[in-house]
Nanobody
């Protein structure tokens, strides 16, 4: 069974940096993409960064120029480096993985979510 585990969350001051790491376990046939999402109280879940296999990295507008995502394709580890943090960045950050699996004669896409890690930025 594929599992995702986030780490690196915590409390930081405005303007500081923080690095989040998503580690994977289980048997993954093929990674289509991995991503970070976040959700704050009273807000919709939003995309932070998505690393597409064989494609460019996509960032949410709020993250451009401040957040940088990098994936280790061999270990299936996704790192998110956040800088110039603001109180509005306070949220639970979730790791996401989209897998392409071939079982019998059928290919299908399966999605996995981590449990999330809390990031709190003090004002």
């Amino acid at each position: 069974q594929v599992q995702l585990a986030e780490s690196g969350g915590g409390l930081v001051q405005s303007g500081e940096i923080l690095t989040l790491i998503c580690r994977t376990s289980g048997s993954i046939q093929k990674v289509e993409n991995m991503a970070w999402y976040r959700q704050a109280p009273g807000r919709q879940r939003e995309l932070v960064a998505r690393v597409v296999n064989g494609g460019p990295t996509e960032y949410g507008d709020f993250a451009k120029g401040r957040f940088f995502a990098n994936r280790d394709t061999h270990r299936n580890i996704l790192v998110l480096e956040m800088s110039s943090l603001k109180p509005d960045d306070t949220a639970v950050y979730y790791c996401f993985l989209q897998e392409r699996r071939r079982e019998s004669f059928v290919e299908r896409v399966v999605e996995y979510w981590g449990k999330g890690t809390q990031v709190t930025v003090a004002s």
